[in-house]
């Protein structure tokens, strides 16, 4: 994906799951990871869940789609 591409409240995805942006800068987009057990946790902000920040190298790895994001290397399994 392209930073262009991204505005609060958009769910997309990475290799470690499914994510919802928070806030959005000039050349960052900050999102929470939603994995929690309790969607109460995504109410906010502030949010019961950790906010984390994706540079301009980082939204790259990122996808609307659910199947076009790959694990990372190291977690893949070995062949």
Request: aromatic residues 12%; charged residues 25%; hydrophobic residues 30%.
């Amino acid at each position: 994906m392209r930073h262009s591409e991204f505005y609060i409240g958009l769910d997309f995805y990475k290799a470690t799951g499914r994510w919802r942006c928070t806030d959005l800068g000039t050349r960052m987009a900050v999102a929470i990871r939603l994995d929690a057990c309790d969607s109460s946790w995504y109410n906010g902000p502030p949010y019961s869940v950790s906010e984390s920040v994706f540079d301009e190298n980082d939204v790259e790895g990122c996808s609307l789609e659910p199947d076009a994001v790959h694990a990372p290397p190291e977690s893949r399994p070995k062949v």
